[in-house]
């Protein structure tokens, strides 16, 4: 499996901004999807996560009632639809993917997308 992300970019404070993250390679039918967040001179963060069989999803404390995971099958693509952005959550973004319905355990990521948030 191959991930590749985009859609990061600048956005002013209580802007939104949609991450995309491409899928591709095997079957990932049976995968769990994830999103993490590493911002400059801190540890990589966990976002949240979608069950690519179900579409259940799981966050993070510090984004739950501001993003959203979801997935387009027919695209293969993962987005992570984040409102009301706050300075703090600029970070590089990555996805990451790992087969099984576990949320931690990634075993394959993608390259991050720079997310920025002015105040």
């Known amino acids: 499996v191959q991930l590749q992300a985009s859609g990061g970019g600048l956005v002013q404070a209580g802007g939104s901004l949609r991450p995309s993250c491409a899928v591709s390679g095997r079957t990932f039918s049976t995968y769990t999807m994830g999103w993490f967040r590493q911002a400059p001179g801190k540890e990589r963060e966990f976002v949240g996560a979608?069950?690519?069989?179900?579409?259940?999803?799981y966050y993070g404390d510090s984004v739950k009632g501001r993003f959203t995971i979801s997935k387009d099958n027919a695209k293969n693509t993962v987005y992570l639809q984040m409102n009301s952005l706050k300075p703090e959550d600029t970070a590089v973004y990555y996805c990451a993917g790992r087969k099984g319905s576990s949320w931690s355990g990634y075993d394959t990521w993608g390259q991050g997308t720079l997310v920025t948030v002015s105040s």
């Open positions: 979608i069950s690519w069989s179900d579409g259940g999803t």
